[in-house]
């Protein structure tokens, strides 16, 4: 049976929030891949760990907001609890595009272009 071309919601959810998810389906054989996977990551992974960083902050708002009682369970504020682990993947992608950019090198620089209102200056 052929595989569908949709992906499913949960899916889309991983790839979007964790960059681990969309290198799985990168080869990571050869030194060349692995450089690849690494130039992906230096590029990518900053994304990644801002949207984390994002979700942890917005959890915390939610938290200590005056709605914030309907997420407690009990004694536990439930979305205060999940703020250190959102945070901590955020500073973990973080962590990985350090770690790449040291494998792979800075990103090209593009040189500077010459503007318009540069030229009419003199």
Do not use: N
């Amino acid at each position: 049976m052929p595989r569908r071309a949709s992906a499913s919601l949960a899916d889309t959810v991983l790839s979007y929030l964790l960059a681990p998810w969309c290198l799985r389906a990168m080869p990571r054989a050869t030194p060349e891949q692995r450089l690849a996977r690494a130039v992906w990551c230096r590029d990518h992974c900053a994304t990644f760990a801002g949207r984390w960083i994002l979700v942890a902050f917005g959890l915390w708002l939610v938290q200590i907001s005056p709605l914030g009682f309907l997420f407690v369970w009990g004694p536990v504020p439930v979305l205060a609890l999940l703020f250190p682990l959102a945070f901590i993947l955020g500073i973990a992608h973080l962590v990985a595009q350090i770690v790449a950019q040291k494998r792979a090198g800075p990103p090209p620089i593009d040189p500077p272009v010459e503007r318009d209102e540069d030229r009419h200056r003199d």
